[in-house]
């Protein structure tokens, strides 16, 4: 027979273990053999995004400071080759001409109410993107998913939370050494059939949870099952949330050479 005092070692041990675990809400099970991690990443990356992408979309932001919801509506243009993308702000009115051009590694901001075009140096790359909680660099992507982390396949979900008619893959990111991310790792469930990204939990070095992503409202583009829907909630600040809802989604697009330059960005309109 156990003493007393090791059966509650025994018993924080087992609660260490799964407290934080994508295991602790559902058990995973084991994934087929062949499974390959940065193959289901790659898919899920591509399940969003194409060698060029447009997109328009609305974001609103809720905050304890805010006394109602606060809407921004903006358009995006995505070279992923030459990872050069161009962000647009079509409104509220104030903010409405706003620009942000990524020519890698640089970002640039064009202020309209000053008609001043500031460099966003990569100090700030993880600073708050239009007073949400999505970073500039959730938006313009200059940390890749793929290149910067290394994956390791967790199991499967059988019935994942919010979405139990959809098994999916549980892939853990580990950052790569040296990679310019500031995430200590980044869980993601991947849905198996199509790729579609469900849900990402985001920790820090520690491993602490501190943000995380659901992707819902899924609807059928082509041949990609894209989720029109993203919602970050950041649980180190209680009362905010931000979500972004896709408008329109336009893969392989047509996008012109002109639409990624300095003198695009000061256009206020297209």
């Not at 910067?148 to 959809?166: I, K, M």
């Not at 950052?175 to 469930?189: F, L």
Request: glycine share 4%; proline share 7%; with cysteine.
């Amino acid at each position: 027979m156990l003493g007393a005092s090791r059966r509650t070692l025994i018993l924080i041990a087992c609660i260490a273990l799964t407290v934080g675990s994508p295991t602790a809400a559902a058990e995973l099970l084991a994934a087929p053999p062949d499974s390959d991690a940065r193959e289901i990443a790659r898919r899920a990356e591509d399940s969003l995004r194409s060698e060029r992408t447009v997109l328009e979309a609305a974001m609103t932001v809720v905050s304890p400071r805010l006394s109602a919801p606060r809407v921004v509506r903006f358009q995006s243009w995505e070279e992923r080759d030459t990872k050069r993308s161009m962000i647009r702000i079509q409104s509220p009115a104030k903010d409405a001409g706003t620009g942000f051009l990524k020519l890698h590694p640089n970002l640039w901001m064009f202020v309209p109410r000053v008609e001043r075009t500031i460099r966003i140096p990569p100090s700030m790359m993880l600073q708050s993107w239009m007073g949400s909680d999505m970073t500039n660099d959730d938006l313009v992507k200059e940390s890749s998913t793929l290149d910067d982390y290394t994956h390791r396949l967790l199991g499967v979900d059988p019935a994942p939370e919010g979405n139990p008619d959809l098994p999916a893959y549980v892939v853990e990111y580990i950052p790569n050494e040296d990679a310019p991310v500031v995430w200590g790792k980044i869980v993601t469930w991947i849905e198996q059939e199509h790729g579609t990204p469900l849900r990402q939990d985001f920790y820090d070095e520690d491993g602490e949870l501190l943000r995380q992503m659901r992707f819902s409202d899924i609807r059928a583009v082509g041949e990609r099952k894209v989720p029109h829907l993203w919602s970050m909630v950041p649980l180190n600040k209680e009362g905010h949330s931000t979500t972004i809802k896709i408008k329109t989604i336009v893969f392989d697009a047509e996008i012109a050479p002109s639409v990624f330059t300095k003198r695009n960005l000061r256009q206020t309109r297209r």
